[in-house]
C-alpha cells in the first residue's frame, strides 16, 4: 500500500463542510486522516483522537462536530473515512495492475535470457 493520499484541493476550499472549519480544525481533520490512511481506521474516543490530531481534548472536542461529518463507524465502534476507502480501493486496483504489468514484462525477459 502506497503512503500517499490524495487531497482534493478543490474540495477543501469549496465543499460546505470544509469551508467552515479554521486553521486549527482543518489541522486536526488533515493529520486524522493521515492516521486514518496509514491504520485504516480511527479509535472512537476523544483522547485517542485528540493525541492523534495533535491538540488537547478540549481543543480536540471543540473541533470534533467540524470533523467528525468526514467520518463513520464501523461494526466495531471505530471511525473510518469513506473518502479514503474509496481511494484505497483505487490504489489497490493500480497496485495490482502494476504488479501485473511488471510481472510480464520481468518475465518476457527472462524468456530472453534463456532463448540466448
Partial sequence: MTNEITINAKSL?????MVVM???EMGCYIRL???CWDSKELPSDDRSLAKLAGCSLGEF???WPKISVHFNRNEEGNLFCPVLLGQ????????KLMKKAADARWSQERRKKQAA
Wanted: hydrophobic fraction near 30%.
Fill in 61 to 63: 472536542k471543540a473541533a
Fill in 22 to 24: 479554521n486553521a486549527s
Fill in 33 to 35: 486522516l493521515c492516521h
Fill in 13 to 17: 476550499i469549496s465543499d460546505s463542510n
Fill in 88 to 95: 484505497r480501493l483505487k490504489a489497490n486496483k493500480k497496485r
